[in-house]
């Protein structure tokens, strides 16, 4: 799933995919503004066939956090 | 043709939509797979039962009436309902945690609350602190005691007379950030509202669609998504989430949109990310599909729009329209017409509306200047001169087209570049009363990250190590965090062993010299 987070992320943000860990916080390391966190959600919605909560996303800080969240919907 | 000899209230204007675009779909929502549309009719015909359910409620006493939700037409239905009877609207921040909330209902002598029923696990709090509240109204059913749903009321109530309304009375509070720290309530007249929705002509049609993305709180979204949408006839689709708008836009297919400058950005990214891919293509081709294939004409507000951007836009064929305004103003100043290919102002003032410079800052006057702030002439009196002219706060000027040119803020305001603002005394306060806290400056970093400076308390930082102290603001913060608004989060901490450079009378001055370390 990394694989994938870091495919996506990388056309929201100007980061390189090695920049992109598990650890890598959304906003202060990656410098994401919150319409292209938002987004991105939108997009991961379709591309692994969830729905996601945005209340719930709202303690998700880093990449790990928010694969783990997906992970979750999925069962 | 609506204009404003026939539409000089909001019951007007929606009466007037009603007999004008009767059985057209005025508002298009997602209800799972399906569409619920609202025609205009519909929505005229259910805000005038909202209006006699509460005329019973109130036995026909004048009241305020608040609301809080996502942007739908239940939520236009109370809005409506309520101000279309001479009430007051009192719209809320969906954002707002419970504490907020209550002070602004209080505020605001609100006596009847129309709720999404997301907002359900407030009530408790709500009824505690907020006993004015004698209705509470959800806009979709739910079983509790002591609860009107918004379906019975629309079922059980025949739709009211509306008897004229006199266009100088308040339709509406909206809550503003101020540099008091506290947000304010902006009273605004029907007259306020309607001189701002009939401002400028041809800005849309029947034919056209839009597609509502913005807070229906926030004026910008009301007067330029709902009121022009009334006016004009246009269908207005409801973004269900900041999470769907790309494939939103697909669905609806919106041939005018309202944006804030973040939203722009991001889909720029999207539709150069895609040009990347596909070489041959050319970017409008891509833009027009990002936008859903119909879109003519974007309008950007709310914070200001990089000239870049503005003209990436235009180059992929699309009519770009930056404004300029304020809550205050209900709220447009200036906007770009059609033809505009300038590039560097915030457009141009629209009818109605003089500004003049003093001392660098720009002052307005129009028919949407507000009534004042409800219930605080201390701040209108800063705000507006005895003859009507609102001092904006913006410094900037304005050309001899009439061309307004913004150059800086007056303010402190932080301005997020989603158009939010966030009031640096109002998360300064956060750390008052506290004996281990000495001062704290709050600002926004040249990267745009909200910063709290502090200063601990003398006694504190020689008792304590620097660790354990440096632990304790790192967990104040994070406990402030938690109440806030995920944009109005403190995301970076500094921590200075000197005092603050201050002014003679011990107020800390926002410009300092030196920075604290940081530390979190």
């Given at each position: 799933m990394l694989e994938k987070m870091k495919e996506l992320i990388t056309q929201y943000v100007d980061v390189t995919p090695e920049e992109i860990t598990e650890d890598a916080r959304l906003i202060e390391d990656l410098h994401f503004n919150s319409y292209d966190f938002m987004s991105m959600l939108g997009e991961l919605e379709e591309t692994f066939d969830v729905t996601v909560d945005e209340q719930e996303m709202t303690d998700i800080r880093t990449v790990g956090e928010v694969m783990k969240y997906i992970e979750s919907l999925q069962g | 043709m609506m204009d404003k000899t026939s539409v000089?209230?909001?019951?007007?204007?929606?009466?007037?939509?009603?007999?004008?675009?009767?059985?057209?779909?005025?508002?298009?929502?997602?209800?799972?797979?399906?569409?619920?549309?609202?025609?205009?009719?519909?929505?005229?015909?259910?805000?005038?039962?909202?209006?006699?359910?509460?005329?019973?409620?109130?036995?026909g006493r004048?009241?305020?009436?608040?609301?809080?939700?996502?942007?739908?037409?239940?939520?236009l239905t109370c809005y409506f309902g309520?101000?279309?009877?001479?009430?007051?609207?009192?719209?809320?921040?969906?954002q707002l945690g419970a504490e907020d909330l209550c002070d602004h209902l209080q505020r605001a002598d609100v006596e009847i609350f129309f709720f999404d029923k997301r907002y359900a696990p407030m009530l408790s709090v709500i009824r505690a602190n907020c006993p004015m509240i004698h209705t509470y109204v959800a806009m979709q059913d739910m079983e509790e005691e002591g609860i009107f749903n918004l379906s019975a009321v629309l079922a059980e109530y025949a739709p009211a007379q509306w008897t004229p309304l006199d266009p100088e009375s308040c339709a509406a509070i909206v809550y503003t950030s101020g540099t008091t720290g506290k947000s304010k309530g902006v009273m605004l007249s029907h007259r306020n509202l309607i001189d701002n929705t009939m401002c400028q002509d041809g800005e849309s049609s029947t034919e056209d669609t839009t597609m509502t993305i913005l807070?229906?709180?926030?004026?910008?979204?009301?007067?330029?998504?709902?009121?022009?949408?009334?006016?004009?006839?246009?269908?207005?689709?409801?973004?269900?989430s900041m999470m769907r708008i790309p494939q939103n836009l697909k669905l609806f297919q919106p041939t005018t949109l309202l944006l804030v400058p973040m939203i722009a950005e991001t889909i720029y990214k999207k539709i150069k990310a895609a040009a990347a891919t596909m070489p041959d293509v050319p970017i409008a081709a891509i833009g027009q599909g990002v936008f859903g294939g119909r879109l003519k004409r974007i309008y950007s507000g709310g914070a200001y729009l990089n000239p870049e951007l503005l003209k990436a836009y235009r180059e992929m064929g699309f009519i770009v329209c930056q404004g300029y305004g304020m809550t205050e103003c209900s709220p447009r100043i200036s906007t770009a017409r059609d033809d505009d290919t300038n590039v560097g102002d915030v457009g141009t003032l629209v009818n109605g509306c003089t500004v003049k410079i003093v001392d660098g800052?720009?002052?307005?006057?129009?028919?949407s200047v507000m009534m004042g702030y409800y219930k605080n002439p201390e701040a209108t009196a800063e705000m507006l001169t005895e003859d009507g002219w609102l001092r904006t706060g913006d410094l900037g000027y304005v050309d001899e087209e009439n061309r307004v040119y913004i150059t800086g803020r007056k303010k402190n305001l932080i301005i997020l570049s989603n158009g939010e603002n966030v009031s640096p005394e109002e998360l300064e306060n956060k750390f008052s009363g506290l004996d281990w806290v000495g001062d704290v400056l709050v600002y926004a970093e040249d990267d745009g990250m909200i910063t709290a400076e502090v200063f601990p308390h003398p006694e504190?930082?020689?008792?304590?190590?620097m660790e354990a102290v440096t632990e304790a603001f790192k967990a104040h913060?994070?406990?402030?965090?938690?109440?806030?608004?995920?944009?109005?989060?403190?995301?970076?901490?500094?921590?200075r062993t000197e005092d603050f450079d201050k002014t003679t009378s011990r107020k800390i001055k926002r410009t300092q010299t030196t920075k604290g370390e940081i530390c979190g």
């Amino acid at each position: 799933m990394l694989e994938k987070m870091k495919e996506l992320i990388t056309q929201y943000v100007d980061v390189t995919p090695e920049e992109i860990t598990e650890d890598a916080r959304l906003i202060e390391d990656l410098h994401f503004n919150s319409y292209d966190f938002m987004s991105m959600l939108g997009e991961l919605e379709e591309t692994f066939d969830v729905t996601v909560d945005e209340q719930e996303m709202t303690d998700i800080r880093t990449v790990g956090e928010v694969m783990k969240y997906i992970e979750s919907l999925q069962g | 043709m609506m204009d404003k000899t026939s539409v000089r209230t909001l019951q007007d204007l929606l009466t007037e939509a009603a007999a004008s675009y009767g059985d057209k779909v005025y508002m298009r929502e997602k209800a799972g797979k399906e569409f619920a549309d609202t025609s205009f009719a519909q929505l005229t015909e259910n805000c005038r039962r909202v209006s006699a359910f509460i005329t019973e409620r109130t036995e026909g006493r004048k009241a305020h009436a608040a609301m809080i939700g996502l942007t739908s037409a239940a939520y236009l239905t109370c809005y409506f309902g309520t101000a279309c009877m001479g009430n007051v609207s009192v719209p809320l921040d969906a954002q707002l945690g419970a504490e907020d909330l209550c002070d602004h209902l209080q505020r605001a002598d609100v006596e009847i609350f129309f709720f999404d029923k997301r907002y359900a696990p407030m009530l408790s709090v709500i009824r505690a602190n907020c006993p004015m509240i004698h209705t509470y109204v959800a806009m979709q059913d739910m079983e509790e005691e002591g609860i009107f749903n918004l379906s019975a009321v629309l079922a059980e109530y025949a739709p009211a007379q509306w008897t004229p309304l006199d266009p100088e009375s308040c339709a509406a509070i909206v809550y503003t950030s101020g540099t008091t720290g506290k947000s304010k309530g902006v009273m605004l007249s029907h007259r306020n509202l309607i001189d701002n929705t009939m401002c400028q002509d041809g800005e849309s049609s029947t034919e056209d669609t839009t597609m509502t993305i913005l807070p229906i709180h926030h004026v910008y979204c009301f007067t330029c998504d709902i009121l022009l949408g009334l006016r004009y006839g246009t269908t207005t689709c409801v973004n269900d989430s900041m999470m769907r708008i790309p494939q939103n836009l697909k669905l609806f297919q919106p041939t005018t949109l309202l944006l804030v400058p973040m939203i722009a950005e991001t889909i720029y990214k999207k539709i150069k990310a895609a040009a990347a891919t596909m070489p041959d293509v050319p970017i409008a081709a891509i833009g027009q599909g990002v936008f859903g294939g119909r879109l003519k004409r974007i309008y950007s507000g709310g914070a200001y729009l990089n000239p870049e951007l503005l003209k990436a836009y235009r180059e992929m064929g699309f009519i770009v329209c930056q404004g300029y305004g304020m809550t205050e103003c209900s709220p447009r100043i200036s906007t770009a017409r059609d033809d505009d290919t300038n590039v560097g102002d915030v457009g141009t003032l629209v009818n109605g509306c003089t500004v003049k410079i003093v001392d660098g800052e720009i002052w307005a006057k129009s028919p949407s200047v507000m009534m004042g702030y409800y219930k605080n002439p201390e701040a209108t009196a800063e705000m507006l001169t005895e003859d009507g002219w609102l001092r904006t706060g913006d410094l900037g000027y304005v050309d001899e087209e009439n061309r307004v040119y913004i150059t800086g803020r007056k303010k402190n305001l932080i301005i997020l570049s989603n158009g939010e603002n966030v009031s640096p005394e109002e998360l300064e306060n956060k750390f008052s009363g506290l004996d281990w806290v000495g001062d704290v400056l709050v600002y926004a970093e040249d990267d745009g990250m909200i910063t709290a400076e502090v200063f601990p308390h003398p006694e504190y930082l020689a008792a304590n190590s620097m660790e354990a102290v440096t632990e304790a603001f790192k967990a104040h913060v994070q406990a402030i965090n938690k109440t806030m608004a995920p944009a109005k989060n403190i995301r970076r901490l500094r921590l200075r062993t000197e005092d603050f450079d201050k002014t003679t009378s011990r107020k800390i001055k926002r410009t300092q010299t030196t920075k604290g370390e940081i530390c979190g």
